[in-house]
């Protein structure tokens, strides 16, 4: 994944229908506003070449949210997303928990 750039938008969707089949098959995912909530102007952002929608810029990207633990301790969550822009709208395909690997290009 390339450097940290910002990602500029009017809004984020999700495809109800996706959304729903996600969120079902996947219950241990991050839901949907996950994405809403994570920062998009420090994102690490490559081509995605595995859910290329025809017409649609589509990319995968690296996305944290700042979250507070129960013990009060505020930590970066670390998404894994999925998405497509088309006219200021981001559009998720999917959303997961970042990995090991991927934490650590997010932090360097």
Do not use: C
């Not at 500029?8 to 219950?27: D, G, Q």
């Not at 991050?30 to 649609?56: C, M, N, Q, Y």
């Amino acid at each position: 994944m390339a450097r940290p750039r910002s990602e500029t938008y009017a809004r984020i969707t999700w495809n109800p229908a996706n959304r729903v089949r996600h969120e079902t098959e996947y219950p241990d995912r991050p839901k949907f506003t996950a994405a809403e909530l994570a920062d998009w102007t420090r994102i690490h952002k490559r081509v995605d070449v595995e859910h290329s929608k025809p017409g649609r810029n589509s990319f995968q990207a690296l996305v944290g949210r700042q979250v507070v633990g129960r013990d009060h301790v505020t930590r970066t969550a670390v998404y894994f997303v999925a998405y497509t822009k088309d006219h200021g709208i981001i559009e998720v395909i999917s959303i997961r928990f970042a990995d090991s690997y991927e934490r650590a290009i997010f932090f360097r």
